[in-house]
Structures are given as structure tokens and as C-alpha cells.
Nanobody, 120 residues
């Protein structure tokens, strides 16, 4: 079993910044990818940013230049630094992990989500 613990959400004014963290623990032999998706009421869940096991980063167009994803390999933790936040960024942000277990089985896991609310 793998556990994802997210932290760092909250309420911020437009133009402000927040940093989300997601720490993974459990039977993780290697990480294929780790990233963030978001979902707001009435909308589909969408990719925000992800980082592959090799360190490649992918960003949604709507966050390029404003958000930065980084990773601490030793801690199996990723961070999402969000700047220049807009009310449209209001959503629940979910950590997502693709990994191999010690017996080389491939799994995907999701966190419980962290609420980010941006006021105008």
C-alpha cells in the first residue's frame, strides 16, 4: 500500500502564492511519474503539472510561467509552487503517483486532495 499526504492548500488573494506538497510512502521501488491534477465543481479533473522519473516536467498551458513543480527524490516528495494565482485556479488539487512496487508491479495512486481557493 502507498499513501500520499498532501499539504499546503488554503485561501489566498488573487496575485498571491501558495506551495503544495505531496509526500509518498509505502512499497515504492521506483517512481514513473508524480504530479498534480485539479478539479473544480462541475468540471472534469485536469492535469496541472507532472514530473517523470527521469526528471522531465510537463505543465498545462494555463499554468506555464506561473507554477513550478519540483521533486525531492530522497523523500519521495513533490512540491507545486503556485504564483500569480487567479480566481480560476480555485479547485481541489490532487496528487497523482505512478510507481513500481518492490515486486515490480505497476500501480497508480491518488491523494485525497488539497483545496486551493483564490479570492478576487
Amino acid at each position: 500500500q502507498v499513501q500520499l499526504v498532501e499539504s499546503g492548500g488554503g485561501l489566498v488573494q488573487g496575485g498571491g502564492s501558495l506551495r503544495l506538497s505531496c509526500a509518498a510512502s509505502g512499497d515504492i521501488f521506483s517512481i514513473n511519474f508524480m504530479g498534480w491534477h485539479r478539479q473544480s465543481p462541475g468540471k472534469q479533473r485536469e492535469l496541472v503539472a507532472t514530473v517523470t522519473g527521469g526528471g522531465k516536467t510537463v505543465y498545462a498551458d494555463f499554468v506555464k510561467g506561473r507554477f513550478n513543480i519540483s521533486r525531492d527524490n530522497a523523500k519521495n516528495t513533490i512540491y507545486l509552487q503556485m504564483s500569480s494565482l487567479k480566481p480560476d485556479d480555485t479547485a481541489r488539487y490532487y496528487c497523482n503517483l505512478g510507481y513500481l512496487t518492490s515486486n515490480r508491479r505497476l500501480f497508480e495512486a491518488w491523494g485525497q486532495g488539497a483545496q486551493v481557493t483564490v479570492s478576487s
